[in-house]
DNA sequence: TTGAACACCGAAACCGTTTTAGTTTCATAA
DNA sequence: TTATGAAACTAAAACGGTTTCGGTGTTCAA
């Protein structure tokens, strides 16, 4: 079955490609006859325009990429989901695309979206992209480019970020605020800004709080996973008997924290308080269950869209745009691992 | 930076558009001299041909759309990841769309797909799904159709799922063979096959070893939630004080299960051993940890796509295509919420 | 009787590429 | 000198729509 086209139809009503067109689009030049005959004929035939064609003529595929690093990932789950309805709800599609945070993969599909014409690129940074021409070269081609979470300051353009020094703020000050003073803090590799932004946050809390104690109370997680979670939990109590709290980068470290916990009999959070960040799905049915940070993804990647959205339209009426960065809030989650 | 086109090309050497064309193309009927100019420019004005024209011409779009019922899963979003990756490496770009278990959705969805005229669609079906006429619909319009998953045995075409009759089974023995006699299943909603497929693989294990008492130890979830589990669990202990083992139509009701033995004190598996379903991420981090059957998604994506380029590989030679039904292998995962 | 106004329609250009079916040019063979 | 053929090139059609512009025919007022 074949599709049918404008040429089928004016065929058998025997007028015009022109007057197909027009009786479709409601044009004032068409007789009240000629269009509802071309519109019942449509109908019937279940006529559809070719997109591509269309795609073709007025050089916009109501397309755009989604580039993140992982996929099998709470957040980026969220991210994904957010952006996805988002879009369909405005008549664009999302072509997803996984980094699998190389940067290699990252140039690479970059380029594979430009190639593909999409409107515009919404990019969350692989964690071992340091080189940024390829994202430099999304705006030199005037496609469309927001960025979000992981983000690099040397690009301008919009961003959908978390205050993380404030949410790790937060976190910290929780902590503090139910009666812990040895806290410590696994935080994540040197180089995201967002590891570092995580660990000022706690230091901000410490300070405020005269809790700086001038001990190392930090541990440097390389690989952010469940293993560095138990390894440092051990390490930090060995060296710190007397820790009664700990903030970690992610929840999956947090997790693997309170294993080794679990399996050491130390009570959380008798002993000691454990507070995750992000609010992945697993926080919630542990137990006891873990508090964390909740981040917004599903926001974040609504907001994106609609933020990349609002510069497609923009750029239609040749209006300037002008690189917005908003700031979703994020809000403590208190569940089990913590004291209140 | 408007794109550069064979036009500006031809222009610039003095040429026409199909000389330039052609010698992109290694034609025969192109002089070296030109051949190499042209060469030469494109790559200068890095030349990049335009998809959609080309999309056009050639009525294929090198995309592919996937609709699932849900992304922010386990077991889905590792689906999406085998697919992503496997159709990059072919050449492939991915949409995703996702009906959030909703019929009325996935019905829209499936439109939006065939408008894009994508060359083929992966679908796993929503939850709610009955009426299939839109399915129906995609083979109608000769679109390349793969099904994974939550399937209909009504569509005629291709089908990567797993054998849960035989996944079922084999968990349940695995109880069985651990000591246990009193065994209870939490099944899923009567619609969907995987429900009742798992139930009878259930059921096969307890008549092969004689262990079907006639009581009724079925529980139906209505809605495969933690609370679900919960709720089921303290039942079946009330109903049966002398119960050892259950086996969940997926980890979350498991979870909800295991969450409720450890308020109530309940020893896993020293009193009851709990096996789930499908392996998400949270099953290894659970304390106990849970035993359960891997459900290999990032398998059943990568062979749903590689079918998929198949079926539209051998279109395109004009062979005809025998929809296959593909199994693709689970395996018990044994961990600390069962005995060995 | 002319011309203005209006209603209705369609040819053609356009988007960017590929491919078919020629055309031109030049050297060689008859 | 003329036919033959190969080499190198190109016009035009095609993919499927949209839009501009011009044309035709009718009606009505001057």
Known sequence: MQDVTLKQIAEILNISITTASKALKDYKDVSPKTRIAVRNLAEKLNFKPNTTALNLRNKESKTIGLLIPEIVHHFFS???????VEAEEHGYLVI?????????????QVELLLDKRVDGILVSLAGSTINIDHIKQILKKEVHLVMLDKISTEINCSKIIIDDRKAAFDATEKLILSGCRKIAHFKGPDGPKTSLDRYLGYKDALEKHKLDSGLNLVYTSKNVSLEDGRQYMKQALREHPDLDAIFTIT??????ALQYCQE????VPGKISIMGFSNWFVSGLMTPSLSTVD????????VAFLQLLKEIELKKTKESICP???VIPTSVVLRQSTKN
């Not at 997803?96 to 140039?107: H, M, Q, R």
């Open 96 to 108: 997803v695309l996984i980094s699998n945070d190389s940067y290699e993969l990252e140039k690479r």
């Open 264 to 267: 050491n009999k130390i009570a």
């Open 295 to 302: 981040q917004p993804g599903y926001e974040m990647g609504r």
């Open 78 to 84: 969220n991210v994904i989901n957010g952006v996805i």
């Open 251 to 256: 929840d999956l470290v947090a997790a693997g």
């Open 324 to 326: 917005e960065t908003i």
